[in-house]
């Protein structure tokens, strides 16, 4: 028996030595690949978590997988996505934050170089613009640009007509739809953006899900290629479609408003259908 011990104790170092190179193989498998991360419906449901996500996000930490949490909502600022994240026992930092308004201003910067801009937004949106050294006016902006907003009015709307009609380019950060629900207390930027369209005559360019300019530049921002790119979502007009859109490869959680049930109804389909991010495995089979 004891030499039977001896045997296997001699082999420690080298069944320690072959832990360490698996896990280095795989974690530089993991470095070549990232995922963009939607968060209401996946990491959580308004003001709760969804069981697992902190587990999964702790996860790919200890793993080192790259991941993003990529938001369509333009009102609120990293700091505040950091924040409600950190209130449900997520550690993460403002770098793995990206949304509608860092996308919105990098889109006006690189294709309006030098432009004014008159916003119809708040927080998150006016702090990206601000960042990216755009300004912002008044009185005969080059772009009127709206995001989300709880302090609208009607006279603010007309205004924001008016310099559409006097030859601004109208940008939206996203066309989230309402809510729909009792109690909600904004109509929501896809109802503010109809009344400005019909107005004016003029649609906007939206920048946020399922748009290409968002995903494209969130890839950018993540240093990566299309195809090391794995979108996990529960929307399917949004998340899933805006990764069908850049070729990346995507993931559907039923823990949202996706319904398995009728995912027949769409005329494409995500890579993999999970109920939970919890039950994703890694690595990704298309993790070659």
């Known amino acids: 028996m004891l030499p039977r011990v001896f045997q296997l104790i001699q082999r420690v170092p080298a069944i320690l030595y072959q832990y360490r190179i698996s896990r280095k193989r795989l974690e530089s498998t993991m470095k070549k690949y990232g995922l963009m991360i939607d968060m ?48 449900m026992g997520i550690d993460v930092t403002e770098e ?3 949304n509608s308004a860092m996308a919105t201003a990098t889109f006006i910067t690189d294709h309006y170089p030098g432009c004014t801009a008159h916003v119809l937004g708040e927080g998150g949106l006016l ?9 912002l006016v008044d009185k005969d902006p080059d772009l009127v640009i709206l995001g989300e907003g709880k302090e609208f009015s009607l006279n603010k709307v007309h205004r924001a007509v008016e310099m559409i009609l ?35 005559g003029r649609q906007p360019f939206v920048i946020g899900k399922p748009s290409p300019v968002m995903m494209r530049s969130a890839a950018a921002y993540m240093h990566l290629r299309p195809e090391q790119v794995t979108v996990i979502g529960d929307t399917m007009e949004t998340d899933i ?6 070729g990346f490869k995507t ?18 389909r995500p890579d993999l259908v999970v109920s939970c991010v919890n039950d994703i495995n890694f690595p990704l089979k298309w993790w070659a």
């Open 166 to 200: 006097g030859g601004a380019r109208f940008i939206a950060t996203n066309r989230d739809p309402s809510p729909r629900r009792a109690g909600w207390n904004n109509l929501g930027i896809a109802a503010t953006a109809a009344m400005i369209e019909e107005a004016s």
């Open 96 to 98: 793995h934050i990206y």
């Open 251 to 268: 993931i559907l959680v039923l823990s949202g408003i996706a319904d398995e049930n009728q995912l027949v109804q769409y005329g494409y």
């Open 127 to 135: 702090k990206s613009l601000d960042h990216a050294g755009i300004k």
């Open 241 to 246: 479609k805006g990764g069908i859109y850049m």
């Open 40 to 87: 209401d419906g996946v990491i959580y449901a308004g003001e709760e978590l969804i069981e697992g996500a902190d587990t999964f996000v702790r996860h790919l930490a200890d793993r080192k997988i790259p991941f993003t949490f990529l938001s369509n909502n333009s009102a609120n600022s990293r700091a505040d996505a950091v924040g409600k994240l950190g209130s």
